[in-house]
Each structure stands twice: as structure tokens, then as C-alpha cells.
Nanobody, 125 residues
Framework: QVQLVESGGGSVQAGGSLRLSCAAS????????MAWYRRPVSGDQLELVA????????NYADSVKGRFTISRDDAKNTLYLQMNDLKPEDTGIYFC??????????????????WGQGAQVTVSA
């Protein structure tokens, strides 16, 4: 049984930074592509924010390029999302999972694992 546990969320002012973590059990993250998703305050739809493949290729949503960095620590089997220069529109609940859906020109067609509880990120103006 795969379990994903997100942590590291919080409340910051615009321009601040946060680092999210996603600890995985039941699966080696280094073997697969992983992603961060965001559910914004305004809606129910999850949006792909960043993808990291097992060959260390990255893909980012235009809205976060240059500000967010996705990475992985294989020894800890943990995925990270370093978020810098945060903006109020980054507010939402962040989840990690296998990538599914479109990000830029790439369509990911994975079967997602059970979702974790997510990490709340709140950015005030």
C-alpha cells in the first residue's frame, strides 16, 4: 500500500519562501515520475504545478517557473517543492502524486496513488 504524506505548509507574506516535503512509503520515488499538484482556494480542480521524472527531467507550470523547484532525496525517499517569491495566487492545498494530466505540451497518463492529506499554503499580500 502506497502512502504519501505531505508536510511543510504554512502562512507567509508575499515574497516569502516555503519548502514542502512528500514522504513516501510503499514505493521508491526514484523509480517513477512524481509531481506536485495544487488545489487553489477558488476551485475544486487540481492543477499540475511541477513534475520530476525518474531521469531527473523537470517540467513546471508557467505560473511557477523560475520560482519553484522540484527535487528528490532518494536516501530519504522524499520529494520536495522549494517555493520562493511566493504570491497570493499560490495559496492553496498542495499534494504530491504521480503526474496525470497536461502540463505544458506534455500529457501524463499515470494511474495515481491514494492521495495524502495535502499541505496548506497561505500567502498574504
Amino acid at each position: 500500500q502506497v502512502q504519501l504524506v505531505e508536510s511543510g505548509g504554512g502562512s507567509v507574506q508575499a515574497g516569502g519562501s516555503l519548502r514542502l516535503s512528500c514522504a513516501a512509503s510503499g514505493r521508491y520515488l526514484s523509480d517513477i515520475a512524481m509531481a506536485w499538484y495544487r488545489r487553489p482556494v477558488s476551485g475544486d480542480q487540481l492543477e499540475l504545478v511541477a513534475v520530476l521524472t525518474h531521469t531527473d527531467l523537470t517540467n513546471y507550470a508557467d505560473s511557477v517557473k523560475g520560482r519553484f523547484t522540484i527535487s528528490r532525496d532518494d536516501a530519504k525517499n522524499t520529494l520536495y517543492l522549494q517555493m520562493n517569491d511566493l504570491k497570493p495566487e499560490d495559496t492553496g492545498i498542495y499534494f504530491c502524486n504521480k503526474p496525470k494530466g497536461r502540463l505544458g505540451t506534455t500529457l501524463y497518463a499515470n494511474r495515481v496513488d491514494p492521495w495524502g492529506q495535502g499541505a496548506q499554503v497561505t500567502v498574504s499580500a
